[in-house]
C-alpha cells in the first residue's frame, strides 16, 4: 500500500558528498501520520544496520561511525526524508536503504489504518578510495 522510494546513490570518491532522498507514497490512501525515518545500510557481506534516525519532531539520533559527516533531515509535509553525506569513506560503501516507521494511511475521510513500517528497495553508495 506503501511505496518507498531512494535516490542520490552513486560513486563518489573518498571525501566526497552524496545527499540521498526517500519519498513515501500511497496510491489509494493518504499517509496521515508517520512517527519516525531511519536510514540504514548494509555494506557488502555484512548486516543491515542503523546510520540514523529523525523523529516527528525532528529529534535524531546517528551511528558513532557517521556522527559529524552526516544529516538527516524530514519534510513532513512531502513525507520525504534526506541524507546528507560529507566527508565520504571507502568504509561507507553500502547499500542504503530508508525505512518509515509508524505509518498511518487514512482514506475515505475516516478510515484508518494501524501502524506500520515500510522500506524502500535500496540505492548503492560506493566510495573509492
Known amino acids: 500500500q506503501v511505496l518507498v522510494a531512494e535516490s542520490g546513490g552513486g560513486l563518489v570518491q573518498s571525501g566526497g558528498s552524496l545527499r540521498l532522498s526517500c519519498v513515501a507514497s500511497?496510491?489509494?490512501?493518504?499517509?496521515?501520520?508517520?512517527?519516525?525515518v531511519g536510514w540504514y545500510r548494509q555494506p557488502p557481506g555484512a548486516q543491515r544496520e542503523l546510520v540514523a534516525l529523525?523523529?516527528?519532531?525532528?529529534?535524531?539520533n546517528y551511528a558513532d561511525s557517521v556522527k559529524g559527516r552526516f544529516t538527516i533531515t524530514r519534510d513532513n509535509a512531502n513525507n520525504t526524508a534526506y541524507l546528507q553525506m560529507h566527508g565520504l569513506k571507502p568504509e561507507d560503501t553500502a547499500v542504503y536503504f530508508c525505512?518509515?516507521?509508524?505509518?498511518?494511511?487514512?482514506?475515505?475521510?475516516?478510515?484508518?489504518?494501524?501502524?506500520?513500517?515500510?522500506w524502500g528497495q535500496g540505492t548503492q553508495v560506493t566510495v573509492s578510495s
Open positions: 500511497a496510491a489509494s490512501a493518504i499517509i496521515s501520520n508517520i512517527d519516525a
Open positions: 529523525i523523529s516527528k519532531t525532528g529529534y535524531t
Open positions: 525505512n518509515f516507521q509508524g505509518v498511518i494511511l487514512t482514506w475515505g475521510g475516516s478510515f484508518r489504518s494501524g501502524r506500520a513500517n515500510y
